[in-house]
């Protein structure tokens, strides 16, 4: 987290239902729009909820037993989105990718024209470290008459996005990722399309129903008890980071990615060649010595570096890029492994 994120935690939480905590809400959701480069017509839906709350609450929102889904599947959190489908009842189609394998035009492009309405994607799947080409699915979309649905909790304010741009119709985001900030609260960004869509829906839900959310947010608060403290935190990195400029923030992210990725590739591991985020570097090893690694780095070094699920489990582990470090935290990291690297050779 940077200081002034630790110096609002500090503070003590008000309570909300407030004049002074509406403002706070109200510019929250502008300046988000901003970040998201959404139309004025946009509107947003603050979640106290982790990110996989916040992909639920969309499936049950924006879709119904009408819509044929297409889910990009390359990872663990790609596969969240047909889970989440198949408990709602949702008709859906998924495009696997195996492991390190690249979502290319050639690949999607067979599933045109088969009737769906719907993409749901996770932009940056975080379990592999691909960054899918938004510009690719976005034409793909408009072609086949599509909504758009990206999850984009681990990429934004680590790439460039634009729901303008790129005709999205939901963006998910989290405070814990780009933003930096504590776990605990999502966002939900809806177009004016998708609104509409909305409104043929019957949401049987009554803490994750949308129209409530966007009906309460008129006046600067949600229908629930939000998390206080981490609105408050929003509010000043948002400040922050508009103030700094988007793209100058995404390019300090950008800058920490590539010092490391240049580092790191004098020792024996392995990074995918695929589009990648800023956000994290994916690091493969030939051998399952990823926990060990891990540990050392932990209890020995005090840095923590983040072990990787699934199948990649033993010879991956994933360098995230984004808070608030400098390149020399990368000198130090790349110098604690290649320590580890000399003295396992020696066994």
Not at 43 to 70: F, P, R, Y
Not at 307 to 333: A, F, M, Q, W
Request: proline share 3%; net charge negative.
């Amino acid at each position: 987290m940077y200081e002034s994120t630790l110096e609002v935690k500090k503070r003590k939480i008000p309570y909300f239902r407030t004049e002074e905590f509406s403002k706070i809400n109200i510019e929250n959701a502008e300046m988000l729009k901003k970040c998201l480069d959404a139309e004025k017509t946009a509107e947003i839906v603050m979640l106290t909820a982790s990110g996989t709350g916040a992909m639920e609450a969309v499936v049950m929102n924006c879709l119904n037993k009408k819509d044929k889904v297409l889910v990009i599947v390359g990872g663990t959190f790609g596969k969240r989105f047909s889970q989440i489908c198949k408990i709602h009842d949702i008709p859906y189609d998924e495009v696997v990718l195996e492991e390190n394998e690249e979502l290319t035009r050639d690949k999607l492009y067979k599933y045109t024209g088969k009737g769906y309405s719907t993409m749901l994607v996770n932009l940056h799947e975080t379990q592999t470290g691909q960054l899918y080409d938004v510009e690719l699915l976005s034409a793909f979309c408009k072609e086949n008459k599509m909504f758009l649905i990206v999850d984009a909790i681990s990429t934004f304010l680590c790439d460039p996005y634009s729901m303008k741009e790129n005709s999205i119709d939901v963006t998910i985001i989290s405070s814990q990722k780009g933003l930096c900030l504590s776990p605990g609260i999502s966002m939900v960004a809806l177009s004016e399309r998708m609104q509409e869509k909305m409104k043929e829906n019957i949401v049987h839900s009554l803490y994750f129903n949308f129209q409530e959310y966007i009906e309460n947010m008129k006046r600067g608060q949600t229908p629930f008890t939000p998390a206080i403290g981490i609105h408050y935190e929003l509010h000043d990195m948002l400040e922050k980071v508009l103030e700094c400029g988007i793209d100058t923030y995404i390019e300090k992210v950008a800058q920490r990615a590539n010092h490391f990725r240049k580092q790191v590739k004098e020792l024996p591991v392995k990074i995918p060649q695929m589009q990648l985020s800023n956000a994290m570097t994916p690091i493969l090893f030939q051998d399952d010595i990823a926990e060990h690694l891990v540990e050392f780095l932990r209890y020995e070094k005090e840095q923590m570096v983040n072990p990787t699920g699934g199948k990649l489990g033993k010879r991956s582990i994933r360098v995230s890029h984004i808070g608030n470090l400098d390149l020399c935290d990368y000198d130090e990291l790349v110098e604690n492994m290649r320590e580890w690297f000399a003295l396992n050779q020696k066994k």
